[in-house]
């Protein structure tokens, strides 16, 4: 099957920046669609980011200009670069992918989820 390994959590002051990387390993033919979700305390989960295999990229409206979702084919990795953090950008955040694997069936992939914590 297909993994997601997420890194690049943690606390960070108001204004403050983190990247996030989500890399994707196993019986990967090829990865579609890679997203960045998050979900806060008491809150249903939402899509953050999300890119297509051709480059083309989605944003939450609230994190437009300040977030910059890219990623690396070669390595069937995603990034998260999130700048100008708020308090409201606390969350868990979880990579999500759409993977066909080397048998042609097709899956969606959750990762374990990376805390980010925007506090002074």
């Known amino acids: 099957q297909v993994q997601l390994v997420e890194s690049g959590g943690g606390l960070v002051q108001p204004g403050g920046s983190l990247r996030l990387s989500c890399a994707a390993s196993g019986s990967i033919f090829s990865i579609n669609d890679m997203g960045w979700y998050r979900q806060a305390p008491g809150k249903q989960r939402e899509l953050v980011a999300r890119?297509?295999?051709?480059?083309?990229?989605d944003y939450e409206d609230s994190v437009k200009g300040r977030f910059t979702i890219s990623r690396d084919n070669a390595e069937n990795t995603v990034y998260l670069q999130m700048s100008s953090l708020k308090p409201e950008d606390t969350a868990v955040y979880l990579c999500n992918a759409g993977a066909t694997l080397t048998s042609r069936s097709t899956i969606e992939v959750w990762g374990q989820g990376t805390l980010v914590t925007v506090s002074s």
């Open positions: 890119i297509s295999s051709g480059g083309t990229i």
